[in-house]
């Protein structure tokens, strides 16, 4: 069965970094598109970064770019959030999911259990 | 950006009731590129329906999705316990900005 286990999260102080990583198992992962969504505490989710199959195509949301780099390594099976320059409203937690494409976008078919991040002096 | 807003906020409902939720956005979302997730405490988000009214792998029949251009519905045909939770809509028609509606709370009378 599809599995996403994420790891990585913790507190972390406002200018900092993080690394988030996302384990992936019972698919073929270097096959999917893989996503960040996050969701700040007692908050809606946000859609955070998408990179492709390959890793050659990435995007990330206007709030984090310049900031977060989504990136992966198929060889692996995971997919990782490098995370610089942490302010206190990307407390969140972050999930990682799998895209399933449908014209020229997305929806998410798999989900981690997600990683809480917390910035805080 | 399309913005969703999903009404209402909070549905107080008993069990066996029907539940009619809804999601509108700021643009029409193309080919009803749009799915719906529920969200129990302490949990991720599951995948309900997609282009707005294909149930995903596992979803009961009684959840139904319809709608199109600017305006989605979500129904729940009869409540049953394991339904109470969050649901949100979300928009996968313009790239790559996805977004999500603010949710949707549905709550035991």
């Known amino acids: 069965q599809v599995q996403l286990v994420e790891s990585g999260g913790g507190v972390v102080q406002p200018g900092r970094s993080l690394r988030l990583s996302c384990t992936a198992s019972?698919?073929?992962?270097?096959?999917?598109?893989m996503h960040w969504v996050r969701q700040a505490p007692v908050k809606g989710l946000e859609w955070v970064a998408v990179?492709?199959?390959?890793?050659?195509?990435?995007y990330h949301a206007d709030s984090v770019k310049g900031r977060f780099t989504i990136a992966r390594d198929n060889s692996q099976n995971t997919l990782f959030l490098q995370m610089n320059s942490l302010r206190i409203e990307d407390t969140a937690v972050y999930f990682c999911?799998?895209?399933?494409?449908?014209?020229?976008?997305?929806?998410?078919?798999?989900w981690g259990q997600g990683a809480l991040v917390t910035v805080s002096s | 950006e399309i913005v969703l807003t999903q009404s209402p906020g909070t549905l107080s409902l008993s069990p066996g009731e029907r539940a009619t939720l809804s999601c509108r956005a700021s643009?029409?979302?193309?080919?009803?590129?749009l799915g719906w997730y529920q969200q129990k405490p302490g949990q991720a988000p599951r995948l309900l329906m997609h282009?707005?009214?294909f149930r995903a792998t596992g979803t009961p029949d009684r959840f139904s999705g319809s709608g199109s251009g600017t305006d989605f519905t979500l129904t729940i045909s009869r409540l049953e316990p394991e339904d109470f939770a969050v649901y949100y809509c979300?928009?996968?028609?313009?790239?790559?900005?996805?977004?999500f509606g603010q949710g949707t709370k549905v709550e035991i009378k």
């Open positions: 019972g698919f073929r992962f270097s096959t999917y598109a």
């Open positions: 979300q928009q996968y028609s313009s790239s790559p900005e996805w977004t």
């Open positions: 999911a799998r895209g399933t494409p449908s014209g020229g976008g997305y929806y998410f078919d798999y």
């Open positions: 643009q029409s979302v193309d080919n009803n590129y």
């Open positions: 990179i492709s199959f390959d890793g050659s195509i990435k």
């Open positions: 282009g707005a009214s």
